[in-house]
């Protein structure tokens, strides 16, 4: 599964529940500007269980019996830290404001250390501030577009253990416990006629032989249409910080252009914001192509953890690949991705909470005397880490081991108590 295809949509947080539970269901807006903050995180107070708001700000949160007495924490990068009864909240839908955080600038910060020098700081302390081993649990949602018509909407549950999280050569155990998939690769404007074409020989052979023929899986032979699904291990080679992008090597900082930005609030912490700008285009370790790269990088100011990453690449197609493509009768242009990357601090270290990746790329199959077929592709990924636990981490076992180079049907194991009623599930944008 390429990465280069697979990825895109970002994400948030999930929860395999026990017994009874309550619902919270509401929205998260500006309230200044009265609109919607997408991905706004909610979570009870004092655990990693939660969720997020979808891109209009509409969440629902299942809560465990446990908590009804408890707090939920509404935040945003870039807002002041709110605050609500869970038993207040339980009935109706919930409106919370949110206001744009303000830093008293009679108290900001006098740096001696440059933008390079502060990361070079984070980066050394990453073993301090990040939790190595832990297990948890992972939610991931991906939806993929084709001229603004739905080609996929897939979900999963796992169960993920990171044996060295800052080490990226140690490989993400996951266990699949729920998997659903809807999808119609027949809206794929993107080499449709061979598609067709190819399916209406085989209708007719397996009328002749009495067969039962795999539509589908004549459609993706034919047109070469495949999605893969980014799962955990894949989603995690979009974090920076486990797989350390050239923003953050000081190896690289000769590539960019840095600077402080004004300073934020999150989650009640004062937030230091650096903004950097590749001078030309540089290698994407996420993805393995080149291109241009702008974003800001959160940092925690006291203890100079990276908590946040929001970054955009502009890809470009290898010179390379283009007389190929040409030679194919292909197109491919405007590959852009965007990121965001947040983490959760538990006990003293940090850990990943929720990754986002949008990723857009156009698609044409040229014919001499047809009109060419146009694929407008937008591939968004949530997926999001909750139920750490660092204290005893649970190794997957090796039966139930996730593969991703073997059918993802075939490889769901749920608990007994599996459920999607008790997961945490983004709430999903109207689609057509």
Not at 102 to 118: F, H
Not at 377 to 402: G, H, W, Y
Request: charged share 25%; net charge negative.
């Amino acid at each position: 599964m390429k990465r280069q295809l697979t990825l895109v949509f970002a994400l948030c947080l999930a929860l395999l529940g026990q017994g009874q539970q309550l619902v919270v269901e509401g929205s998260v807006f500006d309230k200044n500007l009265g609109t919607g903050i997408p991905f706004a995180t909610v979570h009870i107070d004092g655990t990693s269980i939660g969720t997020c708001a979808n891109l209009e700000g509409d969440f629902q949160l299942k809560i465990p019996d446990l908590y009804k007495n408890g707090k939920l924490m509404v935040s945003s990068m870039g807002y002041e830290l709110a605050e609500l009864s869970i038993s207040e909240s339980v009935s109706g839908s919930v409106k919370v404001p949110l206001l744009q955080s303000v830093v008293d600038l009679g108290t900001v910060t006098i740096r001696p250390l440059t933008p390079e020098n502060y990361i070079r700081e984070a980066v050394n302390r990453f073993p301090v501030n990040y939790g190595k081993e832990f297990s948890s649990n992972a939610y991931f949602r991906q939806l993929t577009l084709d001229n603004s018509n739905s080609l996929q909407f897939a979900e999963g549950f796992m169960q993920a253990y990171f044996e060295d999280f800052l080490d990226d050569t140690t490989a993400i155990e996951q266990r699949l416990l729920l998997h659903q998939i809807d999808e119609d690769l027949d809206l794929m404007a993107f080499r449709k006629m061979k598609r067709e074409k190819k399916l209406s020989k085989a209708k007719k052979k397996a009328a002749k032989e009495g067969i039962v023929l795999d539509e589908d899986s004549v459609r993706r032979k034919a047109g070469k249409v495949g999605i893969g699904i980014a799962t955990p291990d894949l989603m995690m080679d979009q974090d920076p910080v486990r797989q350390m992008e050239s923003f953050l090597d000081s190896n690289q900082f000769k590539k960019y252009t840095y600077q402080f930005e004004d300073d934020l609030v999150y989650r009640g912490k004062r937030v230091t914001v650096v903004s950097f700008e590749s001078k030309g285009k540089v290698k994407l370790q996420n993805i393995g192509l080149k291109g241009y790269v702008d974003g800001l990088i959160y940092f925690d100011e006291e203890s100079y953890a990276v908590i946040g990453v929001d970054y955009n690449s502009e890809m470009v197609i290898p010179v390379a690949a283009r007389p190929i493509l040409y030679l194919a009768g292909f197109g491919a242009s405007n590959p852009k991705m965007s990121n965001k990357v947040r983490y959760l601090q538990v006990g003293e270290r940090w850990f990943p909470q929720s990754i986002q990746v949008d990723m857009g790329l156009n698609l044409i199959q040229r014919y001499w005397f047809k009109k060419n077929e146009k694929s407008s592709l937008d591939m968004e990924v949530l997926m999001a880490i909750s139920n750490i636990n660092a204290e005893n981490p649970q190794p997957i076992p090796e039966t139930f081991k996730f593969d991703r180079k073997k059918k993802i049907e075939e490889q769901v194991y749920p608990l007994d108590d599996s459920s999607w009623d008790h997961v945490n599930r983004i709430v999903l944008e109207e689609i057509k």
